[in-house]
């Protein structure tokens, strides 16, 4: 018997990670500024490979979303 190390992800293992397509239907946004917001930190997100404009592996954890959603939120001025 020979002992495999397994591979342990720190989060939540239920979350789900979309591509930047994904995510720029949900927001209404145009792909270069989902791999804008991403590079800038304001989207948190993870690159999985190697892409000099646009790296192809990039995933956006949905509570990166919905962060980002929450902190853009604009409360109405008092009249």
Do not use: N, W
Request: charged content about 30%.
């Amino acid at each position: 018997m020979s002992d495999t190390a397994a591979v342990v992800v720190a989060g939540p293992q239920d979350e789900k990670l979309l591509d930047a397509s994904e995510v720029a239907a949900a927001l209404r946004l145009s792909l270069t500024s989902v791999y804008r917001l991403a590079r800038s930190g304001d989207l948190r997100s993870h690159r999985f490979g190697k892409g000099k404009v646009r790296p192809r592996g990039l995933r956006i954890p949905e509570s990166a979303v919905t962060e980002y959603l929450r902190c853009s939120q604009i409360e109405p001025e008092a009249a």
